[in-house]
């Protein structure tokens, strides 16, 4: 197809708004999937996405649609809208000359529509504003056209109103992607450069490498090469999705489809890299992405010990196709061998756990997630911490630094107050305040990672009624007062409990552990000491006291059968008991503590 009847696109929206059922009528009308075989949410194919209704991997569509006489070809992008994915959703724009930012007609802007409108802006592209739901009794779609319009900077009558539910509306709107998003420009004779927009681990094809062709032509027979590590493969495949996977003799300028290589794991197939002929290839790559880092770390350990195996096995299959996840080995006392992972962000640890135990049939604990911590000593040393176990104990420290986000809310302006004081506790800084609408309120904060990480969203759920909407970025670093909690049972470290918190939450981090813990582990034949300590100070202690009575005390020599269950119950539980010291402590113990977090 000539570049001229091409258009690229994507959708992008805060979750929820109706991407995927948009895509869904845009899949049916097109005729790219007929009535009878569409399922709601197409193009989320993982169980775990459907379940959850949300969309975590960019997928890509070829859609054919007639304006007037002239045939085109449309690619739609759907992106992943949250914040975790926001690589995903920058490397899928990047692919697009334009974007749908599709917004709720009973709901408006969200703090998710804010961050992929700047992204979407930031790539130069050309934004069609269109209010979704417009088919629900709750819509009032003339009021947020004029928040859209003010947000956009263009007219009220120039944002688009459909259903994507119902279909209406949506014709009109694939009339005026052709009209509205520039064709793709490129050199159709130059040497071949297409963009890695993203990789997948197929069990049966190996990597699906996903391209958008910007220069020349990339034809099936011939070898290519990856720009960035000059590794060369044999093509196997070419081919567009328009839903499934078709074969094709090759892609031009502007076009998106597919590559198989025969690669296995996706890091070989890196996404933002250029692809390029091994013949007469291009000099210089395209301008790449940014490689995605974690930015919270948390061990993962199977509740049977047995299954190590199998979970290193599971996160190796899942890296194949992950390429932001990282993970090495790591023992705890506690909670026996384990994997120390690398996430980016907490949706993406909570999917990936869930995938590991969903599709792998694991029961996992993780242990409270940690940011990336920089450590200065007084000696000049620097050190990485992602485990509170890095911390350094000898030397003194001279400073410490943290990662800082900027935080956007966005909520009726009744809760400002329980937003604001929710925020300062969090030792944020606010950076600004704007009104939305007369009832709406965007708030922009300076808040440590740390302390998202751990309950913000819900907090904020809460303290809202559930209307704020969250989204952050990686803002930097600055300097904290952190200090490295420990738990110590009769004066031993329990590793996975310790934690590394501000200064001033230290006692209160110290003092929940230590009633938690006294409360879960079962009397000993003796005092056990529970302590919380910084450094060699103890900051909070709890005390377990002794039992005097042996278990089968309790059943008064009565009843047999009772005292042999008893036996068994107890014989069963030495099984996972893990020792502390000398103190003898079951594994759910420790898995209730870590849980209930
Ligand atoms: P996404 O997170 O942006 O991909 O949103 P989904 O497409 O998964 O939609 C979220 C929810 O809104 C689902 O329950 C959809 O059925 C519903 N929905 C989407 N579009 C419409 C619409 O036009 N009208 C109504 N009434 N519901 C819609
Ligand atoms: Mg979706």
Known sequence: TPPEFIRNFCIIAHIDHGKSTLADRMLQLTGVVEERAMRAQYLDRMDIERERGITIKAQNVRLPWRLGEQDHVLHLIDTPGHVDFTYEVSRALAACEGAILLVDAAQGIEAQTLANLYLALDKDLHVIPVLNKIDLPAAEPDKYAAELAHIIGCEPTDVLRVSAKTGEGVRELLDEVVRQVPPPVGEADAPARAMIFDSVYDTYRGVVTYIRVVDGKITPREKIRMMSTGATHELLEVGIISPEPKPTRGLGVGEVGYLITGVKDVRQSKVGDTVTSERKGADEPLPGYREP??????????????????????????????AALTFEPETSVALGFGFRCGFLGLLHLEITRARLEREFDLDLISTAPNVVYEVYLEDGTEHIVTNPS????????????????????????????????????????LLGMDYLSEERVELRYRLPLAEIIFDFFDALKSRTRGYASLDYEEAGQQTADLVKVDILLQGEPVDAFSAIVHKDAAYSYGNRMATKLRELIPRQQFEVPIQAAVGSRIIARETIRAIRKDVLAKCYGGDISRKRKLLEKQKEGKKRMKTVGRVEVPQEAFVAALSTE
């Open 390 to 429: 890095d911390w350094p104990t000898g030397g003194k420290i001279a400073e410490v630094h943290e990662p800082v986000s900027k935080v956007t809310v966005i909520a009726p302006s009744e809760f400002i107050g329980a937003i604001m004081e929710l925020c300062q506790g969090k030792r944020g800084q």
């Open 293 to 322: 880092q974690p930015m919270v770390f948390s061990g993962l350990y199977p509740v049977d010990g047995s299954d190590y195996p199998v979970l290193r096995d599971a996160l190796e299959k899942l890296q194949l196709n992950d």
